[in-house]
């Protein structure tokens, strides 16, 4: 009998955590009696948002780029984005003292944009609905001779965000489920190679915009499905397929994929907001909203929630949440 390796297992995230240490920040675990009741369960949030850069894409980016030669370094790193990874790209090439160069979408957030300036990176545009930033940032790289660091399709990546879930595990406990939102599939994979390696009867439960449902799509067809290029609040979910390397573990670890509307992203960046005394840009959301609509289904026990970004300035903020509905 032969069995298959995955691409990314449990070593490699406790060995991602490892190389982080010190370096990422160990991100707190906030709790509410308010959302307890609404859920009926209790309810663990890991505030990515805190993470360096403000989303947990530090901890893939840091990850891959360290484990770099001196050479690939000296001659640097490109990366496309639609603004997290890209600054969790730039400040891990400054913190490794290389340089960065990030494609990233002409409609990118001009925060974003701006904090990935900020930390020292060259900016590359295309536009997001015409173009292949794929094909850019590999053309770009090849041109200049330097290492590509994808978003999500890479095992190191992976790896990095998946010591956000294993934080949370050590810090809490065995889980009985964990939710988190799900873009290409980095976060959910590494998430649930981390949580279900350690107890392996952890439900793991991803969370889509209703616009950008591909992952979902591609889950009930049983291979990997194109939608239309979403056009949702949620940028950083907007994508039209997912991953080869995350569907490959997705598909093998996940056991649902619940959809939110913008409108439910709303009222979740509201909630956080007023109540939990926290901000969170709507891609970070989404797990959220899909507990305080019910999506995510009947909880018991303790259910771990990753809260993955809060990179959003405060005019986009006021004008997303300002006016109730």
């Given amino acids: 009998m032969t069995?298959?390796?995955?691409?990314?297992?449990?070593?490699?995230?406790?060995?991602?955590?490892?190389?982080?240490?010190?370096?990422?920040?160990?991100?707190?675990?906030?709790?509410s009696r308010t959302l307890d009741a609404l859920a009926g369960a209790e309810i663990l949030l890991k505030c990515e948002n805190q993470q360096r850069v403000g989303a947990f894409k530090f901890r893939g980016a840091y990850n891959a780029a360290s484990r770099l030669t001196p050479e690939q370094l000296l001659r640097g790193i490109a990366a496309y984005s639609s603004g997290n990874h890209a600054q969790a790209v730039?400040?891990?090439?400054?913190?490794?003292?290389?340089?960065?160069?990030?494609?990233?979408?002409?409609?990118?957030?001009?925060?974003?944009?701006?904090?990935?300036?900020g930390y020292g990176a060259e900016i590359v545009?295309?536009?997001?609905?015409?173009?292949?930033?794929?094909?850019?940032?590999?053309?770009?790289?090849?041109?200049?001779?330097?290492?590509?660091?994808?978003p999500y399709e890479h095992p190191h990546v992976i790896a990095g965000q998946g010591t956000a879930a294993l934080e949370l595990v050590e810090e809490t406990g065995p889980l009985d489920a964990l939710i988190a939102p799900v873009g290409g599939g980095g976060?959910?994979?590494?998430?649930?190679?981390?949580?279900?390696?350690?107890?392996?009867g952890t439900r793991v439960i991803g969370v889509e915009p209703e616009a950008g449902d591909d992952t979902k799509?591609?889950?009930?067809?049983?291979?990997r499905v194109t939608v239309p290029v979403p056009r949702t609040?949620?940028?950083?979910?907007?994508?039209?397929?997912?991953?080869?390397?995350?569907?490959?573990l997705n598909r093998r670890l996940l056991d649902g994929i619940v959809l939110v509307s913008?409108?439910?992203?709303?009222?979740?960046?509201?909630?956080?907001?007023?109540?939990?005394?926290?901000?969170?840009?709507?891609?970070?959301a989404t797990p959220l909203a899909a507990l305080l609509t019910?999506?995510?289904?009947?909880?018991?026990?303790?259910?771990?929630?990753?809260?993955?970004?809060?990179?959003?300035?405060a005019a986009r903020f006021a004008e997303l949440c300002g006016t109730p509905r």
């Fill in 3 to 31: 069995t298959t390796t995955p691409p990314v297992t449990l070593d490699d995230v406790r060995s991602a955590a490892a190389r982080l240490r010190g370096v990422a920040h160990r991100t707190p675990v906030l709790r």
């Fill in 217 to 223: 799509r591609s889950l009930e067809a049983g291979r």
């Fill in 233 to 248: 609040i949620a940028d950083g979910q907007a994508l039209h397929t997912p991953g080869e390397l995350t569907f490959s």
């Fill in 90 to 117: 730039a400040l891990a090439a400054r913190e490794l003292g290389t340089t960065a160069v990030i494609v990233m979408p002409e409609d990118a957030p001009p925060s974003k944009r701006a904090a990935t300036a």
């Fill in 262 to 284: 913008d409108d439910e992203i709303r009222d979740a960046m509201r909630f956080a907001f007023e109540r939990l005394k926290t901000v969170l840009e709507p891609s970070g």
């Fill in 125 to 150: 545009t295309y536009d997001r609905y015409t173009g292949d930033r794929v094909a850019v940032a590999e053309a770009l790289a090849a041109e200049r001779g330097l290492s590509l660091i994808p």
């Fill in 187 to 200: 976060l959910i994979a590494g998430s649930a190679t981390a949580v279900k390696g350690l107890h392996a």
């Fill in 294 to 313: 019910g999506r995510a289904g009947p909880l018991t026990g303790r259910v771990g929630v990753v809260l993955s970004g809060g990179n959003v300035d």
